[in-house]
Protein backbone atom coordinates (compact mmCIF):
# COMPACT_ATOMS: atom_id res chain seq x y z
CA UNK A 1 0.00 0.00 0.00
CA UNK A 2 1.29 3.42 -1.07
CA UNK A 3 2.46 6.01 2.29
CA UNK A 4 -0.35 8.21 3.04
CA UNK A 5 2.70 11.70 3.14
CA UNK A 6 6.15 11.39 1.64
CA UNK A 7 9.17 13.61 2.47
CA UNK A 8 10.04 15.63 -0.23
CA UNK A 9 13.61 14.89 -0.60
CA UNK A 10 13.38 10.96 -0.16
CA UNK A 11 14.39 9.16 -3.52
CA UNK A 12 13.90 5.17 -3.00
CA UNK A 13 13.05 2.09 -5.00
CA UNK A 14 10.55 -0.54 -4.04
CA UNK A 15 10.59 -4.15 -5.76
CA UNK A 16 7.28 -5.55 -4.93
CA UNK A 17 5.21 -6.47 -8.08
CA UNK A 18 2.16 -6.31 -5.39
CA UNK A 19 2.55 -2.81 -4.73
CA UNK A 20 -1.07 -1.83 -6.09
CA UNK A 21 -4.30 -3.67 -5.30
CA UNK A 22 -5.35 -3.19 -8.60
CA UNK A 23 -3.96 -4.20 -12.44
CA UNK A 24 -0.61 -2.56 -12.51
CA UNK A 25 -0.96 -1.41 -16.26
CA UNK A 26 -4.67 -0.76 -16.65
CA UNK A 27 -5.82 0.13 -19.80
CA UNK A 28 -7.38 3.75 -18.76
CA UNK A 29 -6.30 5.92 -15.87
CA UNK A 30 -7.45 5.92 -12.38
CA UNK A 31 -7.74 7.74 -9.52
CA UNK A 32 -7.03 8.22 -5.78
CA UNK A 33 -6.47 10.42 -3.09
CA UNK A 34 -3.94 10.45 -0.37
CA UNK A 35 -3.88 12.51 2.55
CA UNK A 36 -4.93 16.00 1.09
CA UNK A 37 -2.86 16.08 -2.12
CA UNK A 38 -4.08 15.29 -5.17
CA UNK A 39 -3.00 12.39 -7.23
CA UNK A 40 -3.20 10.40 -10.90
CA UNK A 41 -2.39 7.92 -12.47
CA UNK A 42 -1.12 7.82 -15.93
CA UNK A 43 -0.44 4.96 -17.92
CA UNK A 44 1.96 4.91 -20.60
CA UNK A 45 2.48 2.12 -23.48
CA UNK A 46 5.68 1.58 -21.79
CA UNK A 47 4.81 0.54 -18.77
CA UNK A 48 5.03 3.77 -17.48
CA UNK A 49 3.02 5.42 -14.46
CA UNK A 50 3.41 8.83 -13.09
CA UNK A 51 1.74 10.08 -9.53
CA UNK A 52 1.28 13.33 -9.56
CA UNK A 53 1.00 15.40 -5.97
CA UNK A 54 -0.04 19.26 -7.33
CA UNK A 55 1.45 20.64 -4.04
CA UNK A 56 4.92 20.64 -6.48
CA UNK A 57 5.92 17.42 -5.64
CA UNK A 58 6.46 14.78 -8.52
CA UNK A 59 5.95 10.83 -8.17
CA UNK A 60 6.78 8.92 -10.75
CA UNK A 61 7.12 4.92 -10.70
CA UNK A 62 9.06 2.92 -13.41
CA UNK A 63 8.57 -0.46 -14.37
CA UNK A 64 11.70 -2.42 -14.83
CA UNK A 65 12.33 -6.32 -14.93
CA UNK A 66 13.04 -6.44 -11.98
CA UNK A 67 10.36 -4.29 -10.05
CA UNK A 68 9.20 -1.10 -9.69
CA UNK A 69 11.09 2.21 -9.03
CA UNK A 70 9.53 4.87 -6.75
CA UNK A 71 11.28 8.70 -7.28
CA UNK A 72 10.10 11.47 -5.55
CA UNK A 73 11.53 14.24 -6.50
CA UNK A 74 10.54 18.33 -6.37
CA UNK A 75 8.94 20.79 -9.52
CA UNK A 76 8.20 24.29 -9.03
CA UNK A 77 7.23 25.81 -12.29
CA UNK A 78 8.88 28.46 -13.16
CA UNK A 79 7.31 32.38 -14.02
CA UNK A 80 9.05 33.80 -16.86
CA UNK A 81 8.62 37.51 -18.79
CA UNK A 82 10.37 38.56 -21.40
CA UNK A 83 10.89 41.55 -23.37
CA UNK A 84 12.45 42.76 -26.43
CA UNK A 85 12.44 45.27 -29.02
CA UNK A 86 11.22 44.28 -33.11
CA UNK A 87 13.74 42.00 -34.35
CA UNK A 88 15.47 41.46 -31.19
CA UNK A 89 15.03 37.50 -31.73
CA UNK A 90 12.55 37.25 -28.60
CA UNK A 91 10.01 35.16 -31.08
CA UNK A 92 13.28 32.55 -31.28
CA UNK A 93 13.53 32.52 -28.15
CA UNK A 94 10.66 31.70 -26.92
CA UNK A 95 9.89 28.67 -28.83
CA UNK A 96 13.41 27.59 -27.46
CA UNK A 97 12.32 28.46 -23.84
CA UNK A 98 8.91 26.51 -24.59
CA UNK A 99 10.96 23.05 -25.96
CA UNK A 100 13.44 23.21 -22.85
CA UNK A 101 11.50 24.11 -19.97
CA UNK A 102 7.45 23.07 -20.72
CA UNK A 103 6.58 26.70 -20.33
CA UNK A 104 3.16 27.85 -21.27
CA UNK A 105 3.56 30.75 -23.93
CA UNK A 106 2.06 33.64 -23.35
CA UNK A 107 1.59 36.34 -25.67
CA UNK A 108 -0.97 39.30 -25.62
CA UNK A 109 -1.13 39.46 -29.04
CA UNK A 110 -2.27 35.60 -28.98
CA UNK A 111 -4.85 36.39 -26.27
CA UNK A 112 -6.26 38.90 -27.91
CA UNK A 113 -7.63 37.19 -31.04
CA UNK A 114 -8.26 33.87 -29.44
CA UNK A 115 -10.04 35.78 -27.33
CA UNK A 116 -12.44 37.72 -29.71
CA UNK A 117 -12.49 34.69 -31.82
CA UNK A 118 -13.98 32.72 -29.21
CA UNK A 119 -16.45 35.68 -28.77
CA UNK A 120 -15.99 35.19 -25.10
CA UNK A 121 -17.07 38.03 -22.66
CA UNK A 122 -13.78 39.90 -22.75
CA UNK A 123 -12.78 39.21 -26.38
CA UNK A 124 -16.11 41.40 -27.08
CA UNK A 125 -14.95 44.13 -24.73
CA UNK A 126 -11.62 44.17 -27.23
CA UNK A 127 -13.36 43.83 -29.98
CA UNK A 128 -15.41 47.26 -29.40
CA UNK A 129 -12.24 48.53 -29.19
CA UNK A 130 -10.38 47.21 -32.60
CA UNK A 131 -13.21 47.70 -34.53
CA UNK A 132 -13.22 51.55 -33.37
CA UNK A 133 -8.91 52.11 -34.15
CA UNK A 134 -8.39 52.36 -30.33
CA UNK A 135 -5.79 50.50 -28.00
CA UNK A 136 -7.67 47.73 -26.10
CA UNK A 137 -7.22 49.22 -22.27
CA UNK A 138 -4.98 47.87 -19.78
CA UNK A 139 -7.34 46.66 -17.79
CA UNK A 140 -9.02 44.82 -20.74
CA UNK A 141 -5.66 43.38 -21.65
CA UNK A 142 -4.66 42.37 -18.09
CA UNK A 143 -8.15 40.73 -17.26
CA UNK A 144 -7.20 38.20 -20.44
CA UNK A 145 -3.67 37.66 -19.04
CA UNK A 146 -4.85 36.76 -15.38
CA UNK A 147 -7.63 34.64 -16.40
CA UNK A 148 -4.96 32.61 -18.71
CA UNK A 149 -2.16 32.33 -15.83
CA UNK A 150 -5.07 31.26 -13.63
CA UNK A 151 -5.90 27.81 -15.75
CA UNK A 152 -4.09 24.71 -14.71
CA UNK A 153 -1.79 24.38 -17.17
CA UNK A 154 -0.13 27.65 -16.50
CA UNK A 155 -0.03 27.04 -12.34
CA UNK A 156 1.31 23.13 -12.83
CA UNK A 157 3.97 24.16 -15.96
CA UNK A 158 4.69 27.43 -15.00
CA UNK A 159 4.61 30.40 -17.60
CA UNK A 160 6.37 32.12 -20.56
CA UNK A 161 4.95 36.17 -20.44
CA UNK A 162 6.06 37.07 -24.04
CA UNK A 163 6.12 41.14 -24.19
CA UNK A 164 3.97 41.95 -21.28
CA UNK A 165 4.06 43.99 -19.32
CA UNK A 166 4.98 47.27 -22.10
CA UNK A 167 3.86 50.11 -19.32
CA UNK A 168 4.11 51.37 -15.37
CA UNK A 169 0.23 50.47 -15.45
CA UNK A 170 0.25 47.39 -16.37
CA UNK A 171 2.81 46.46 -14.11
CA UNK A 172 1.63 47.91 -10.86
CA UNK A 173 -1.62 46.13 -11.80
CA UNK A 174 0.41 42.89 -12.15
CA UNK A 175 1.82 43.58 -9.15
CA UNK A 176 -1.29 44.36 -7.15
CA UNK A 177 -2.33 40.70 -8.43
CA UNK A 178 0.22 39.43 -6.79
CA UNK A 179 1.84 37.85 -10.50
CA UNK A 180 5.24 38.31 -10.17
CA UNK A 181 7.68 36.66 -11.98
CA UNK A 182 10.49 34.57 -10.90
CA UNK A 183 13.12 36.24 -13.94
CA UNK A 184 12.76 39.41 -15.72
CA UNK A 185 14.60 38.68 -19.04
CA UNK A 186 15.56 41.54 -21.65
CA UNK A 187 17.06 40.97 -25.03
CA UNK A 188 19.34 43.95 -25.42
CA UNK A 189 20.50 44.45 -29.25
CA UNK A 190 21.90 47.68 -30.53
CA UNK A 191 19.33 50.21 -32.74
CA UNK A 192 21.52 49.45 -36.01
CA UNK A 193 20.66 45.50 -35.74
CA UNK A 194 17.46 45.61 -35.07
CA UNK A 195 16.64 48.11 -37.99
CA UNK A 196 18.90 45.87 -40.53
CA UNK A 197 16.92 42.69 -39.33
CA UNK A 198 13.41 44.27 -39.69
CA UNK A 199 13.58 45.96 -42.87
CA UNK A 200 15.11 42.48 -44.38
CA UNK A 201 13.01 41.11 -43.08
CA UNK A 202 10.58 38.81 -45.94
CA UNK A 203 7.06 37.14 -45.48
CA UNK A 204 5.82 34.50 -47.69
CA UNK A 205 2.66 34.91 -47.57
CA UNK A 206 1.74 31.55 -48.79
CA UNK A 207 3.39 29.32 -46.00
CA UNK A 208 3.55 32.17 -43.47
CA UNK A 209 7.34 31.59 -42.44
CA UNK A 210 9.84 34.84 -41.85
CA UNK A 211 12.77 35.10 -44.28
CA UNK A 212 15.65 37.31 -44.10
CA UNK A 213 17.11 38.34 -46.98
CA UNK A 214 21.10 38.32 -45.55
CA UNK A 215 20.89 35.87 -42.83
CA UNK A 216 17.92 33.72 -43.56
CA UNK A 217 17.49 33.43 -47.12
CA UNK A 218 14.83 31.93 -49.07
CA UNK A 219 15.49 28.25 -50.05
CA UNK A 220 14.55 28.40 -53.55
CA UNK A 221 13.83 30.81 -56.51
CA UNK A 222 10.10 30.22 -56.56
CA UNK A 223 9.89 31.04 -52.80
CA UNK A 224 12.14 34.13 -53.27
CA UNK A 225 9.87 35.68 -55.36
CA UNK A 226 6.68 35.31 -54.03
CA UNK A 227 8.18 37.34 -50.73
CA UNK A 228 6.72 40.18 -49.42
CA UNK A 229 8.02 43.29 -47.34
CA UNK A 230 5.44 43.27 -44.11
CA UNK A 231 4.17 46.79 -44.35
CA UNK A 232 5.37 48.09 -40.37
CA UNK A 233 8.76 46.82 -41.86
CA UNK A 234 9.64 49.81 -43.48
CA UNK A 235 13.19 52.16 -41.63
CA UNK A 236 10.61 55.05 -40.49
CA UNK A 237 7.98 52.60 -38.88
CA UNK A 238 11.03 50.38 -37.59
CA UNK A 239 12.38 53.77 -35.86
CA UNK A 240 9.44 54.77 -34.51
CA UNK A 241 8.58 51.20 -32.83
CA UNK A 242 11.92 50.93 -31.74
CA UNK A 243 11.27 54.87 -29.41
CA UNK A 244 7.81 53.49 -28.30
CA UNK A 245 9.56 50.32 -26.99
CA UNK A 246 12.37 52.00 -25.25
CA UNK A 247 10.35 54.50 -23.07
CA UNK A 248 7.47 51.34 -22.33
CA UNK A 249 11.18 49.80 -21.46
CA UNK A 250 12.05 52.64 -19.00
CA UNK A 251 8.57 52.51 -17.46
CA UNK A 252 8.86 48.98 -16.49
CA UNK A 253 12.55 48.71 -15.55
CA UNK A 254 11.70 49.96 -12.12
CA UNK A 255 9.25 47.41 -11.24
CA UNK A 256 11.48 44.45 -11.99
CA UNK A 257 14.93 45.69 -12.00
CA UNK A 258 15.67 43.11 -8.87
CA UNK A 259 14.89 40.35 -10.87
CA UNK A 260 15.98 41.73 -14.58
CA UNK A 261 18.25 39.81 -16.44
CA UNK A 262 19.88 41.70 -19.57
CA UNK A 263 21.57 39.42 -22.70
CA UNK A 264 23.41 40.78 -25.42
CA UNK A 265 21.27 39.70 -28.16
CA UNK A 266 23.63 40.44 -30.42
CA UNK A 267 24.48 36.69 -31.27
CA UNK A 268 23.32 33.40 -32.90
CA UNK A 269 20.70 32.14 -31.28
CA UNK A 270 22.18 29.01 -30.02
CA UNK A 271 24.34 31.42 -28.03
CA UNK A 272 21.92 33.37 -26.59
CA UNK A 273 19.76 30.91 -25.62
CA UNK A 274 22.73 29.16 -23.89
CA UNK A 275 22.93 32.36 -21.55
CA UNK A 276 18.98 31.80 -21.20
CA UNK A 277 19.31 28.24 -20.33
CA UNK A 278 21.62 28.61 -17.88
CA UNK A 279 20.14 31.49 -15.97
CA UNK A 280 16.73 29.75 -16.11
CA UNK A 281 18.48 26.67 -14.82
CA UNK A 282 19.61 28.56 -11.89
CA UNK A 283 16.52 30.20 -11.17
CA UNK A 284 15.12 26.71 -11.13
CA UNK A 285 17.21 25.43 -9.04
CA UNK A 286 17.20 28.27 -6.49
CA UNK A 287 13.40 27.43 -5.99
CA UNK A 288 13.84 23.59 -5.38
CA UNK A 289 16.84 24.91 -2.63
CA UNK A 290 13.67 26.88 -1.42
CA UNK A 291 11.28 24.42 -1.10
CA UNK A 292 13.17 21.69 0.15
CA UNK A 293 14.08 24.07 3.13
CA UNK A 294 10.24 24.49 3.23
CA UNK A 295 10.39 27.86 2.01
CA UNK A 296 7.11 28.65 -0.34
CA UNK A 297 7.77 31.36 -3.19
CA UNK A 298 5.44 33.72 -1.67
CA UNK A 299 7.48 33.99 1.55
CA UNK A 300 9.98 36.37 -0.67
CA UNK A 301 9.62 39.60 1.17
CA UNK A 302 8.41 42.39 -0.36
CA UNK A 303 11.75 44.28 -0.06
CA UNK A 304 12.83 41.57 -2.26
CA UNK A 305 10.27 42.05 -4.44
CA UNK A 306 10.88 46.41 -4.69
CA UNK A 307 11.33 47.93 -7.80
CA UNK A 308 14.25 50.19 -7.00
CA UNK A 309 14.60 54.09 -7.20
CA UNK A 310 12.76 56.00 -9.94
CA UNK A 311 14.87 58.15 -12.07
CA UNK A 312 14.27 61.53 -13.73
CA UNK A 313 13.13 62.66 -10.14
CA UNK A 314 13.98 66.25 -11.01
CA UNK A 315 11.79 66.26 -13.73
CA UNK A 316 8.80 68.92 -13.02
CA UNK A 317 5.58 67.94 -12.99
CA UNK A 318 6.31 64.82 -11.97
CA UNK A 319 4.82 62.35 -13.61
CA UNK A 320 1.73 60.15 -12.55
CA UNK A 321 3.83 56.91 -12.84
CA UNK A 322 6.61 58.50 -10.28
CA UNK A 323 3.65 60.01 -8.22
CA UNK A 324 2.07 56.57 -8.12
CA UNK A 325 5.16 54.67 -7.65
CA UNK A 326 5.92 56.36 -4.07
CA UNK A 327 2.67 56.65 -2.84
CA UNK A 328 2.38 52.89 -3.41
CA UNK A 329 5.88 52.13 -1.84
CA UNK A 330 4.81 54.65 1.68
CA UNK A 331 1.48 52.51 1.35
CA UNK A 332 3.15 49.06 1.92
CA UNK A 333 6.28 50.16 4.61
CA UNK A 334 2.83 51.83 6.65
CA UNK A 335 0.95 48.81 6.16
CA UNK A 336 3.94 46.79 7.83
CA UNK A 337 4.27 48.83 10.12
CA UNK A 338 1.08 49.17 11.54
CA UNK A 339 0.31 44.71 11.20
CA UNK A 340 3.75 44.72 13.52
CA UNK A 341 1.69 46.73 16.42
CA UNK A 342 3.98 50.24 15.66
CA UNK A 343 1.64 53.24 16.80
CA UNK A 344 3.36 56.13 16.44
CA UNK A 345 4.62 56.60 12.95
CA UNK A 346 5.93 59.27 10.65
CA UNK A 347 6.23 59.24 6.54
CA UNK A 348 9.37 61.64 6.05
CA UNK A 349 9.57 61.89 1.65
CA UNK A 350 11.23 64.07 0.36
CA UNK A 351 10.83 64.36 -3.58
CA UNK A 352 10.53 67.78 -5.20
CA UNK A 353 6.63 68.16 -5.60
CA UNK A 354 6.95 66.97 -1.83
CA UNK A 355 9.63 69.49 -0.66
CA UNK A 356 8.56 72.74 0.73
CA UNK A 357 11.19 74.20 0.16
CA UNK A 358 11.68 73.83 -2.97
CA UNK A 359 9.56 76.53 -5.47
CA UNK A 360 8.29 73.29 -7.27
CA UNK A 361 6.16 72.19 -3.81
CA UNK A 362 2.85 71.09 -4.97
CA UNK A 363 0.71 70.51 -2.47
CA UNK A 364 -1.66 68.42 -4.45
CA UNK A 365 0.83 65.67 -4.49
CA UNK A 366 0.92 65.69 -0.76
CA UNK A 367 -2.95 65.66 -0.65
CA UNK A 368 -2.90 62.96 -3.28
CA UNK A 369 -0.49 60.89 -0.69
CA UNK A 370 -2.85 61.40 1.63
CA UNK A 371 -5.91 60.21 -0.13
CA UNK A 372 -4.16 56.71 -1.33
CA UNK A 373 -3.45 55.79 2.31
CA UNK A 374 -6.79 56.80 3.37
CA UNK A 375 -8.28 54.77 0.83
CA UNK A 376 -6.18 52.10 0.80
CA UNK A 377 -6.85 51.34 4.82
CA UNK A 378 -10.51 52.61 3.85
CA UNK A 379 -10.88 49.60 1.86
CA UNK A 380 -9.21 47.32 4.63
CA UNK A 381 -12.66 48.08 6.80
CA UNK A 382 -11.04 50.39 8.99
CA UNK A 383 -12.40 53.68 9.86
CA UNK A 384 -9.92 56.63 9.23
CA UNK A 385 -9.79 60.31 10.00
CA UNK A 386 -7.74 62.72 8.09
CA UNK A 387 -6.19 65.50 10.43
CA UNK A 388 -5.29 68.91 10.20
CA UNK A 389 -4.18 71.38 12.07
CA UNK A 390 -6.85 74.77 12.08
CA UNK A 391 -5.31 78.36 13.21
CA UNK A 392 -3.25 78.61 15.69
CA UNK A 393 -2.74 81.80 18.01
CA UNK A 394 -4.99 84.57 18.95
CA UNK A 395 -6.04 87.82 17.51
CA UNK A 396 -3.79 89.67 14.91
CA UNK A 397 -0.90 86.58 15.61
CA UNK A 398 -3.79 84.08 14.71
CA UNK A 399 -3.06 82.05 11.36
CA UNK A 400 -1.07 78.40 9.92
CA UNK A 401 1.65 77.70 8.50
CA UNK A 402 1.57 78.84 4.76
CA UNK A 403 2.44 75.31 3.62
CA UNK A 404 -1.19 74.28 5.16
CA UNK A 405 -3.65 77.26 3.70
CA UNK A 406 -6.04 76.12 2.03
CA UNK A 407 -5.15 72.08 2.33
CA UNK A 408 -8.28 70.95 4.51
CA UNK A 409 -10.72 73.01 1.61
CA UNK A 410 -8.50 70.74 -0.88
CA UNK A 411 -9.74 67.48 1.05
CA UNK A 412 -13.05 68.08 1.17
CA UNK A 413 -13.21 68.97 -2.94
CA UNK A 414 -11.26 65.94 -4.03
CA UNK A 415 -12.61 62.91 -5.72
CA UNK A 416 -12.87 60.14 -2.89
CA UNK A 417 -14.23 57.69 -4.76
CA UNK A 418 -17.46 55.80 -6.52
CA UNK A 419 -17.82 53.97 -2.76
CA UNK A 420 -18.79 56.92 -0.74
CA UNK A 421 -15.85 56.39 1.26
CA UNK A 422 -16.05 59.98 2.84
CA UNK A 423 -18.46 60.94 5.90
CA UNK A 424 -18.32 57.17 6.44
CA UNK A 425 -15.15 55.05 5.93
CA UNK A 426 -13.22 58.67 6.24
CA UNK A 427 -14.07 61.98 7.98
CA UNK A 428 -11.77 65.02 8.40
CA UNK A 429 -10.77 66.61 11.20
CA UNK A 430 -8.55 69.01 12.99
CA UNK A 431 -5.50 67.61 15.54
CA UNK A 432 -6.20 67.74 19.35
CA UNK A 433 -7.50 65.07 22.25
CA UNK A 434 -11.34 66.02 21.58
CA UNK A 435 -11.13 65.26 17.76
CA UNK A 436 -10.56 61.28 18.61
CA UNK A 437 -14.34 59.56 18.39
CA UNK A 438 -14.76 55.95 19.54
CA UNK A 439 -15.41 54.61 16.00
CA UNK A 440 -11.93 56.10 14.75
CA UNK A 441 -9.36 53.02 14.16
CA UNK A 442 -6.05 54.94 12.78
CA UNK A 443 -5.59 59.01 12.45
CA UNK A 444 -3.53 60.21 9.37
CA UNK A 445 -1.59 63.83 9.75
CA UNK A 446 -1.08 66.19 6.77
CA UNK A 447 2.30 68.02 7.79
CA UNK A 448 1.64 68.96 11.15
CA UNK A 449 4.55 71.53 12.04
CA UNK A 450 5.17 74.61 14.41
CA UNK A 451 4.76 77.82 13.42
CA UNK A 452 6.71 80.89 15.03
CA UNK A 453 5.40 82.02 18.13
CA UNK A 454 3.41 78.38 18.01
CA UNK A 455 3.50 74.77 18.92
CA UNK A 456 1.90 72.43 17.70
CA UNK A 457 3.22 69.61 20.05
CA UNK A 458 0.92 70.12 22.99
CA UNK A 459 -2.58 69.35 20.45
CA UNK A 460 -0.75 66.58 19.28
CA UNK A 461 0.24 64.96 22.35
CA UNK A 462 -3.50 65.03 23.51
CA UNK A 463 -4.41 63.51 20.39
CA UNK A 464 -2.26 60.43 20.85
CA UNK A 465 -3.22 60.43 24.37
CA UNK A 466 -6.83 60.02 23.58
CA UNK A 467 -5.90 57.67 20.59
CA UNK A 468 -4.21 55.57 22.74
CA UNK A 469 -3.08 52.39 21.15
CA UNK A 470 -4.86 53.03 17.82
CA UNK A 471 -2.10 54.09 15.28
CA UNK A 472 -1.30 57.54 14.68
CA UNK A 473 0.32 58.37 11.41
CA UNK A 474 2.56 61.99 10.65
CA UNK A 475 2.90 62.78 6.62
CA UNK A 476 5.69 64.61 6.28
CA UNK A 477 6.02 66.99 9.94
CA UNK A 478 8.05 69.78 10.57
CA UNK A 479 8.21 69.63 14.90
CA UNK A 480 11.85 71.16 15.44
CA UNK A 481 11.06 74.25 17.70
CA UNK A 482 10.71 77.85 16.21
CA UNK A 483 11.32 80.94 17.54
CA UNK A 484 8.62 82.56 19.72
CA UNK A 485 6.84 85.48 18.29
CA UNK A 486 9.31 87.80 20.39
CA UNK A 487 11.98 86.28 18.63
CA UNK A 488 13.64 84.15 21.45
CA UNK A 489 13.69 80.34 21.47
CA UNK A 490 10.72 78.56 23.07
CA UNK A 491 13.18 77.42 25.81
CA UNK A 492 10.20 76.12 28.43
CA UNK A 493 10.09 72.61 28.24
CA UNK A 494 11.73 72.31 24.72
CA UNK A 495 13.43 68.88 26.01
CA UNK A 496 9.75 67.04 26.42
CA UNK A 497 8.77 68.61 23.29
CA UNK A 498 11.80 67.14 20.98
CA UNK A 499 11.20 64.14 23.51
CA UNK A 500 7.85 63.33 22.30
CA UNK A 501 8.76 64.17 18.70
CA UNK A 502 11.47 61.84 18.54
CA UNK A 503 8.76 58.91 19.73
CA UNK A 504 7.58 58.91 16.79
CA UNK A 505 9.67 55.85 14.26
CA UNK A 506 10.04 56.52 10.93
CA UNK A 507 7.98 53.83 9.06
CA UNK A 508 9.52 55.39 5.49
CA UNK A 509 11.91 57.90 4.62
CA UNK A 510 13.19 59.51 1.20
CA UNK A 511 15.27 61.93 0.77
CA UNK A 512 17.18 63.17 -2.22
CA UNK A 513 21.06 64.23 -2.09
CA UNK A 514 22.28 67.25 -3.55
CA UNK A 515 25.55 69.45 -3.31
CA UNK A 516 25.61 71.86 -0.77
CA UNK A 517 23.11 74.57 -1.11
CA UNK A 518 21.95 73.12 -4.69
CA UNK A 519 19.28 71.35 -5.71
CA UNK A 520 20.85 70.17 -9.09
CA UNK A 521 22.21 67.58 -9.77
CA UNK A 522 20.82 64.89 -7.88
CA UNK A 523 24.15 63.02 -6.18
CA UNK A 524 21.72 60.14 -4.49
CA UNK A 525 19.06 59.45 -2.05
CA UNK A 526 18.63 57.74 0.91
CA UNK A 527 15.99 55.48 1.65
CA UNK A 528 14.10 53.45 4.71
CA UNK A 529 10.83 51.07 4.17
CA UNK A 530 10.17 49.46 7.25
CA UNK A 531 10.74 47.38 8.77
CA UNK A 532 14.11 47.24 6.40
CA UNK A 533 17.88 49.38 6.61
CA UNK A 534 18.53 52.82 5.35
CA UNK A 535 19.68 52.31 1.89
CA UNK A 536 22.13 55.17 0.82
CA UNK A 537 22.40 55.29 -3.32
CA UNK A 538 24.26 56.80 -5.90
CA UNK A 539 22.85 58.51 -8.95
CA UNK A 540 25.15 57.12 -11.92
CA UNK A 541 25.07 57.89 -15.57
CA UNK A 542 25.46 54.70 -17.57
CA UNK A 543 27.50 54.73 -21.13
CA UNK A 544 24.11 54.99 -22.83
CA UNK A 545 23.58 58.51 -21.11
CA UNK A 546 20.45 56.87 -18.78
CA UNK A 547 20.54 57.20 -14.93
CA UNK A 548 20.32 55.27 -12.47
CA UNK A 549 20.63 54.29 -8.95
CA UNK A 550 23.94 52.08 -7.16
CA UNK A 551 23.44 51.07 -3.83
CA UNK A 552 26.77 52.10 -1.61
CA UNK A 553 25.74 50.96 1.95
CA UNK A 554 22.99 49.95 4.26
CA UNK A 555 22.71 51.38 8.15
CA UNK A 556 20.48 49.84 10.92
CA UNK A 557 19.74 53.93 11.94
CA UNK A 558 19.46 57.03 9.70
CA UNK A 559 23.23 57.68 9.08
CA UNK A 560 24.74 61.21 10.15
CA UNK A 561 25.93 63.80 7.05
CA UNK A 562 29.55 62.82 8.05
CA UNK A 563 28.67 58.48 7.07
CA UNK A 564 26.84 59.48 3.98
CA UNK A 565 29.62 62.03 2.91
CA UNK A 566 31.94 58.64 4.05
CA UNK A 567 30.30 56.35 1.74
CA UNK A 568 30.37 58.44 -0.97
CA UNK A 569 33.81 58.62 -0.79
CA UNK A 570 34.10 55.09 -0.48
CA UNK A 571 35.54 55.48 3.04
CA UNK A 572 35.58 52.75 6.10
CA UNK A 573 33.16 53.21 8.89
CA UNK A 574 35.35 53.43 11.44
CA UNK A 575 37.17 56.20 9.54
CA UNK A 576 36.12 60.35 10.75
CA UNK A 577 35.59 63.56 8.60
CA UNK A 578 34.21 66.55 9.02
CA UNK A 579 31.70 67.32 6.51
CA UNK A 580 33.70 69.83 4.70
CA UNK A 581 35.08 70.38 0.60
CA UNK A 582 33.99 68.98 -1.98
CA UNK A 583 32.01 66.56 -0.38
CA UNK A 584 30.35 68.34 2.24
CA UNK A 585 27.48 69.07 0.14
CA UNK A 586 25.39 67.40 2.80
CA UNK A 587 25.92 69.37 5.55
CA UNK A 588 22.84 70.30 7.39
CA UNK A 589 20.21 68.44 5.78
CA UNK A 590 19.36 65.80 8.31
Known sequence: MLPT????????????????????????????????SSVSLEPSSHRLCSLRLYNNAHLRITYKSNGLKLNCSLKEPLKVMISGAPASGKGTQCELIVRKFGLV??????????????????????????NAGRLVPDEVVTAMVTARLSREDAKENGWLLDGYPRSFNQAQSLQS??????????????????????????????TGRIYHLKSFPPETEEIKARLITRPDDTEEKVKS?????????????????HIMKKIDGNHPKEVVFEVIDSILSQVQKDKETKMKLGKSNQSTSVQDNWRGI???????????????YFYEDVLQATQRAINDGRTRLKVEINIPELNPEMDVYRIGTLMELVRSLALSFADDGKHVKVCVQ???GEGALAGMPLQLAGTRKILEFMDWGEYEAMGTFINIGSIGGKEVDEQDDLFILVAPQNAVGNCIIDDLRAMTDAAGDRPVILINPRLKDLPASSGIMQTMGRDKRLEYASSFENCYFFRLLYYAGTQYPIMGALRMSYPYRYELYKRVDDPSGKEKYVILSTFPEKPSTDEVNDAFEGKPRNESKKALGFWGFLSGIF
Do not use: W
Not at 106 to 130: C, P, Q, W, Y
Open 5 to 36: SLSPVHSFSLYSPSLFPFSPFPSSSSSSSFSS
Open 177 to 206: LKIIPDVYIVLDVPDEILIDRCIGRRLDPV
Open 105 to 130: HISTGDLLRAEVSSGTEIGNKAKEFM
Open 241 to 257: RLEIYKQNADAISTTYS
Open 310 to 324: PTKLNNIPHSRDIRK
Open 390 to 392: GSM
